[in-house]
């Protein structure tokens, strides 16, 4: 499977946890729709032109998630190790 499709249905499983869980705080709920919607832009450009910090900013969402919503840290790390293995 390609790397951007890899990417992209990770993403979709962001946008269902999301879905899923209404009682994620509205502060941490809109962060992570803010990321998912900078990823996918970030998704339609070449490899060459995208930033670097979009990893780092990917990589403390999962963080932030990790405790308390673990299917959506473990997509955001997949998002991240699929990121790397792309050159980003």
Request: zero cysteines; hydrophobic letters at 40%; aromatic letters at 2%.
């Amino acid at each position: 499977m390609p790397d951007r499709e890899k990417l992209q249905q990770q993403a979709d499983i962001v946008r269902k946890q999301l879905e899923d869980n209404p009682e994620l705080p509205a502060e941490k709920r809109q962060a992570l729709e803010e990321l998912i919607a900078r990823f996918d832009v970030q998704l339609e450009l070449e490899p060459a032109t995208q930033t670097p910090s979009i990893s780092d900013d990917v990589n403390q969402a999962a963080i932030e998630f990790d405790a308390e919503h673990p299917v959506i840290s473990a997509a955001l790390r997949n998002i991240m190790t699929t990121l790397g293995n792309i050159g980003i």
